[in-house]
């Protein structure tokens, strides 16, 4: 069994695959913030003894404080395994890396793109991730990433407004937005910043002229509805990625 691990800014999503399995068809799965460890943990011990580890591959964006992290509990449950850390190359899995210093690219959005290539073969694929930042990138259909876009994340964008402006409130953003314009401060304000994800990622689209728009990501729900143009919502876009190019190593 293999244990995929997509280590974000502010949660870590994991996913256990069997060799050989189809894109995303997990064995298990879950998720949990930084500060839940002790609940990966027992996933992972659990994972171990009953079906089994024998890879680990992780992308981590978030820092080496949460590798030292990451690799204690790992030894814990699975002792002198040692993890594989996702690295963004020149190319990988079919995708060829257009970025001016391929390394510089973030590990995540170099998965997120090679799971783009893979569920639309052949197309022009725009791949958006919206976390802690919405990430917006193109990949054309020969698997050349070209680039894309990062702006901050739907409750960024909410919490700055709030931290901010004098007399804004913080607001939750899974609110119910009313047709038409807002006629109140919390409406008017979730109504700003999910046009300004959602014509983020119309702009991308129609400058990439794409034939796919895959969102994910945890505030994918909430964005994806505004969308004027066809999408697919993909769960664990990353995960699926690193599960793309272990499958392209076999």
């Known amino acids: 069994m ?20 189809q894109l995303g068809d997990w064995i298990a799965h ?3 913030t930084h500060a839940d ?6 996933a992972w011990c659990e994972a171990a003894a009953t079906h089994g580890i024998q890879r680990i591959l992780i992308a981590n964006v978030a820092g080496n404080a949460l590798r030292v992290q990451l690799e204690y509990v790992l030894q814990r449950c ?10 963004s190359l020149p190319a990988l899995a079919g995708v060829t890396n257009g970025y001016r210093n391929p390394s510089q690219l973030g590990c995540d959005r170099f998965a997120a793109a090679i799971a783009g290539h893979a569920l639309a073969p052949e197309q022009r694929v ?17 698997g050349v990433f070209l680039g894309g876009m990062i702006l901050p994340g739907l409750g960024l964008m909410a919490s700055s407004l709030a931290r901010n402006t004098a007399q804004l409130p913080q607001i939750a953003q899974d609110g119910n937005l009313p047709d038409g314009f807002a006629d109140n401060t919390d409406d008017a304000i979730l109504s700003g910043i999910l046009a300004a994800q959602s014509g983020a990622v119309e702009h991308a689209c129609a400058a990439h002229r794409a034939e ?17 143009v066809p999408y697919r919502i993909v769960e664990n876009v990353v995960l699926i990625g690193l599960h793309a190019a272990v499958a392209n190593a076999e």
């Open 2 to 21: 293999i244990l995929l691990i997509d280590a974000g800014n502010t949660r870590v999503k994991w996913a256990l695959a069997a060799p050989g399995a």
């Open 30 to 32: 879950g998720a949990a």
């Open 37 to 42: 460890m002790p609940q990966l943990e027992l």
């Open 78 to 87: 699975m002792g002198q395994l040692t993890p594989e850390w996702f690295a």
């Open 126 to 142: 725009i791949v958006v991730n919206c976390g802690t930042a919405t990430t917006i990138d193109a990949v054309t259909p020969d």
């Open 212 to 228: 796919a728009c895959i969102i994910s990501g945890g505030a994918a729900p909430y964005i994806a509805p505004m969308l004027k």
